[in-house]
């Protein structure tokens, strides 16, 4: 079963940073693309980020470039978000996802966590 866990959401005022992370205990993690997703209440779930199983491919919502950044420890099965100049738009319960290819990743992802809370304030 691939569950990821969530962690590193809170409350920040707008212009603040936090750092999410998803930790995945899945073997040969190094082979596997994660995304990054948000849902704002009331709203769908979007697209953030994603990147691929060697951390060469990395792709962003529109919204977020410039601002956010995916990384990726193969050592410590973690995917980051480290989002810079949150804005309060930016707030809504973020994702992490899991799958075998960056493609399903970034638009059919089937394996998600339970989410973690972001609040950006103005």
């Known amino acids: 079963q691939l569950q990821p866990v969530e962690s590193g959401g809170g409350l920040v005022q707008a212009g603040g940073s936090l750092r999410l992370s998803c930790a995945a205990s899945?073997?040969?993690?190094?082979?596997?693309?994660m995304g990054w997703f948000r849902q704002a209440p009331g709203e769908e779930r979007e697209f953030v980020a994603a990147i691929g199983w060697a951390a060469i491919n990395t792709y962003y919502a529109d919204s977020v470039k410039g601002r956010f950044t995916i990384s990726r420890d193969n050592a410590r099965n973690t995917v980051y978000l480290q989002m810079n100049s949150l804005k309060p738009e930016d707030t809504g319960v973020y994702y992490c996802?899991?799958?075998?290819?960056?493609?399903?990743?970034?638009?059919?992802?089937?394996?998600w966590g339970q989410g973690t809370q972001v609040t950006v304030s103005s």
């Open positions: 996802a899991v799958e075998t290819s960056l493609l399903r990743v970034r638009q059919d992802p089937q394996n």
């Open positions: 899945i073997p040969d993690f190094k082979n596997y693309a």
